[in-house]
T-cell receptor, first 114, second 117 residues
Framework: AQSVTQLDSQVPVFEEAPVELRCNYS??????LFWYVQYPNQGLQLLLK??????LVKGINGFEAEFNKSQTSFHLRKPSVHISDTAEYFC????????????FGTGTQLKVEL | GAVVSQHPSRVICKSGTSVKIECRSL??????MFWYRQFPKQSLMLMAT?????????EQGVEKDKFLINHASLTLSTLTVTSAHPEDSSFYIC?????????????FGPGTRLLVL
């Protein structure tokens, strides 16, 4: 079975500052990795995903994440955040060959302030 | 892009009644649909996986007789919370797996907030 840890429940940051949201995972098999964003009272939107290949993955809205197999991490970064990035961010994994079942972390609330 | 809708978006019901939540894929065929539950300040927990035309597969600890799932077509799945109790109050989210724009991925609905009084 796999698990996902998002150590930071809340991350406050000023607008135009860089941000990193941390994600670590645990699995006994190879995994796919995902980051989703959830705006208030809305469903999840896929930001980016790592399936294979280059460990640096670029997603929508200027976000990127880097897969680090040795550290079992998939941290999400953005060099300059905007007020509109305020949302809940979820890291998720699914096991290769596991039928696309996603296991989510507990989420990180990103709050961008002026 | 692909869209998944859920109806209703919010529902309040009395304890002991049943509530049906619909999940529709609007512009693609969803061979598999997933139902999640999200408690406040917590992550999404997978409840069950349903494939069109077959019985749903429930995760450990989820009562199949309480959370009835029907996936009658490639665009519709329903979750019925039977004899709801206050502890069933939660945010229920469905997701649909299918192919849109030539790529297979998973799309999430906007969620249904259930409050049981």
């Amino acid at each position: 079975a796999q698990s996902v840890t998002q150590l930071d429940s809340q991350v406050p940051v000023f607008e135009e500052a860089p941000v990193e949201l941390r994600c670590n995972y645990s699995s006994s098999v190879s995994v796919y990795l995902f980051w989703y964003v959830q705006y208030p009272n809305q469903g999840l939107q896929l930001l980016l995903k790592y399936l294979s290949g280059s460990t640096l993955v670029k997603g929508i809205n200027g976000f990127e994440a880097e897969f680090n197999k040795s550290q079992t991490s998939f941290h999400l970064r953005k060099p300059s955040v905007h007020i509109s990035d305020t949302a809940e961010y979820f890291c998720a994994v699914s096991e290769k060959g596991g039928g696309n079942k996603l296991t989510f972390g507990t989420g990180t609330q990103l709050k961008v302030e002026l | 892009g692909a869209v998944v809708s859920q109806h209703p978006s919010r529902v309040i019901c009395k304890s002991g009644t049943s509530v049906k939540i619909e999940c529709r894929s609007l512009d693609f065929q969803a061979t598999t649909m997933f139902w999640y539950r999200q408690f406040p300040k917590q992550s999404l927990m997978l409840m069950a996986t349903s494939n069109e035309g077959s019985k749903a597969t429930y995760e450990q600890g989820v009562e199949k007789d309480k959370f009835l799932i029907n996936h009658a077509s490639l665009t519709l799945s329903t979750l019925t919370v039977t004899s709801a109790h206050p502890e069933d109050s939660s945010f229920y989210i469905c997701s649909a797996r299918g192919t849109s724009g030539g790529q297979e991925t998973q799309y999430f609905g906007p969620g249904t907030r259930l409050l049981v009084l």
